[in-house]
Structures are given as structure tokens and as C-alpha cells.
């Protein structure tokens, strides 16, 4: 099977400092390390995508990913995409339209390590991230 590996390059920006929270619920954390290999570090790394890539961020959002079942109906279920960036695993975070808190072009990636010391980088630098590309539903 031929899988199609895509890049996203995106400008590392500040975040809503919001995902902590997110990260480290139960029930996100035991499907992180069931389905995807990691727990979260609490936080994500936030990438401003460039305009060039913005068309394949939209196709991003409208594939199926690793779905993160919340037990508690008030939460809404999270979809998340494998990704790599520079040899560590990560995954992007889909958010339902009606819970995304961010900019159309900004994705959240979840890692098991904190990404900014683990590569190195700050606000501005520039990140490319890897995927397969998802069968579309």
C-alpha cells in the first residue's frame, strides 16, 4: 500500500495556554498511550501553517484520525492525527468547529515531550511536520 507522507510547515506561535488542561485529562492521556503511543506533555506546540499550506491544512481537518472518547458526554470527542516532526511523534489536534478557540490557520500538536526544548525552537522559528496522509472518510 502506497502511503502519501505530507508536510505542513508552520511559525511556532504562542498558544492560548489553554491545552494543559485538555492534555492531561484521564481519559485523554490513557487513549494518548493506548492509541498513539505517548501521554501528553501538558501543553501543546502551536504552528502558525504558511500560506502555501493552507489548502492541505484544510484537507487535514476533514480526515479521519485516531478519535479520543471522552467517558463524560460534556466533553466533546477530540480527533487526532499521527504526525512526526524531526524524529519525534506527535499528534495534531482536530478540534470539533464549535470548541475551536484558534485562528483557522493555527494547529495544536500534542507530544509526549515538551517539542519547544526537545527541538529547540521559540516563537518564529520554523517547523515542518510530517504525516501520512489519511484515508478522507
Known sequence: LEMNIMKLTGRVVAGA????FFTQLDWVVEQCAEKL????FPGTL???????????MHQL???????????????CAATVLPVDIAGHSGAVVVPAEEVNIHKENIVEIMS??????????EDGDLVTIMFQEPEAE
Not at 495556554?17 to 494543559?20: H, L, M, R
Request: glycine share 6%; proline share 7%.
Open 17 to 20: 495556554k489553554q491545552a494543559a
Open 37 to 40: 503511543g505517548f501521554k501528553p
Open 46 to 56: 502551536n504552528l502558525e501553517i504558511i500560506a502555501e499550506d493552507l489548502d492541505l
Open 61 to 75: 481537518k476533514h480526515k479521519k484520525g485516531v478519535e479520543l472518547q471522552p467517558a463524560d458526554p460534556q466533553f
Open 112 to 121: 509526549g515531550e515538551r517539542l519547544r526544548s526537545a527541538l529547540n525552537i
